[in-house]
């Protein structure tokens, strides 16, 4: 393999260490080789005096990165044990909580599709870069899967039940609604992104931001729909949230309504659970810990494989879920999916939220 076709690509320029996410045919999905990579790039460039700044961006004009390698994570789920998804998850998560914590600024141009575990490799990072061209999603309950990557956490600490709506619909957000939601801080045009880059090799991040940042990002919506959003995401079950969008009397929340009925019933069950659990546990780590134990459940039901194959695989957009309905999803259900894993815990918490050596 040549260096061009490295899935990760790491240079140094000037002050800044440079991570290219550089898989832009499968919109620079993440691999488990390509999270012990970015790993291995952040533990060498933490101990560099000469690398001031580290940045991450995506290969190819569509996107950051559209998530993990759910192909994978689908076979292993259909055909494998578990473990090797397992594997995947146990570094990826201690990378997200690595980032979150690094002692250097961490810069991520979130231009184009940021999706699941490509929120993960930005959002949590001290300075988060969107564009008119950004569209960011925690989609994971289409596909019979939960958010992860600390998705729970970052979407339940946004305003009132905003985190909520976008964690159960899977919406894709653009610039001013994810800055609104707390997914990220500063609007640079895509055509100033490598002004950009260019300028963080030279200069600390606050000052070559303040030089290409604009206050005004494109108009978003969420904002706009806050009154309804919070009014019927506050339910306390998803059915009563269900009822209450078609109750609502405006267009965009009966959209919601039937977005949430074309998703996995098991999913948005334990998606509401996780996100409001999450807003109780306070640190990433914990809720880290939470969502690994969530992911490893997925990866035994049902949904996950179907889910991957309508959307996916087969892309006929017809997933046969198991329970096919919310009512049939019961409370024990929900309940098995954060149940402690004997000997196999992600124990982020437990080893003070350090997050290296994946």
């Known amino acids: 393999m040549s260096a061009a076709e490295e899935p990760v690509l790491l240079h140094t320029t000037g002050r800044a260490g440079r991570i290219t996410l550089n898989r832009p045919r499968a919109l620079n999905a993440l691999t488990h080789a390509m999270v012990r990579r970015i790993d291995e790039a952040l533990t060498a460039w933490e101990h560099d005096p000469a690398v001031e700044t580290v940045v991450i961006t995506g290969a190819g004009d569509r996107g950051l990165c559209a998530g993990g390698d759910i192909r994978a994570i689908h076979d292993d789920a259909r055909d494998g044990d578990g473990t090797a998804s397992a594997a995947f998850w146990r570094d990826e998560y201690r990378l997200n909580a690595r980032i979150a914590r690094y002692p250097k600024p961490y810069v991520?141009?979130?231009?184009?599709?940021?999706?699941?575990?490509?929120?993960?490799?930005?959002a949590h990072g001290a300075f988060r870069v969107v564009t008119e061209r950004s569209r960011i999603a925690m989609p994971e309950t289409g596909i019979g899967f939960v958010p992860d990557v600390g998705g729970t956490r970052l979407l339940g600490l946004a305003p009132g039940e905003l985190g909520t709506h976008l964690a159960l619909t899977g919406a894709r957000i653009g610039a001013r609604d994810a800055m609104l939601c707390g997914l990220a801080d500063h609007y640079v045009p895509s055509a100033a992104l490598g002004d950009l880059a260019d300028d963080l090799a030279e200069s600390p991040v606050r000052d070559a931001l303040a030089r290409h940042a604009q206050q005004t990002p494109p108009p978003g919506e969420l904002a706009e729909w806050r009154d309804w959003i919070d009014a019927c995401y506050a339910a306390d079950t998803v059915e009563d949230i269900v009822d209450r969008l078609f109750a609502a009397g405006d267009p965009a929340a009966?959209?919601?309504?039937?977005?949430?009925?074309?998703?996995?019933?098991?999913?948005?069950?334990?998606?509401?659970?996780?996100v409001r659990r999450a807003r109780r546990l306070g640190s990433l780590e914990r809720v880290l810990d939470q969502e690994f134990r969530v992911s490893c459940a997925a990866l035994t039901r049902p949904d996950l494989v179907e889910g991957?194959?309508?959307?996916?695989?087969?892309?006929d957009r017809t997933p046969r879920w198991s329970p096919a309905t919310l009512p049939e999803v019961t409370e024990t259900d929900v309940e098995r999916f954060f149940a402690r894993l004997d000997g196999r815990e992600l124990g982020l918490a437990a080893d003070g939220g350090l997050g290296g050596g994946a």
């Open 254 to 274: 009966k959209e919601a309504a039937e977005t949430l009925l074309a998703k996995s019933p098991t999913a948005l069950k334990v998606t509401l659970a996780a």
């Open 308 to 315: 991957v194959r309508a959307q996916i695989i087969d892309k």
């Open 108 to 122: 991520a141009l979130m231009d184009g599709i940021v999706m699941g575990g490509g929120v993960g490799v930005s």
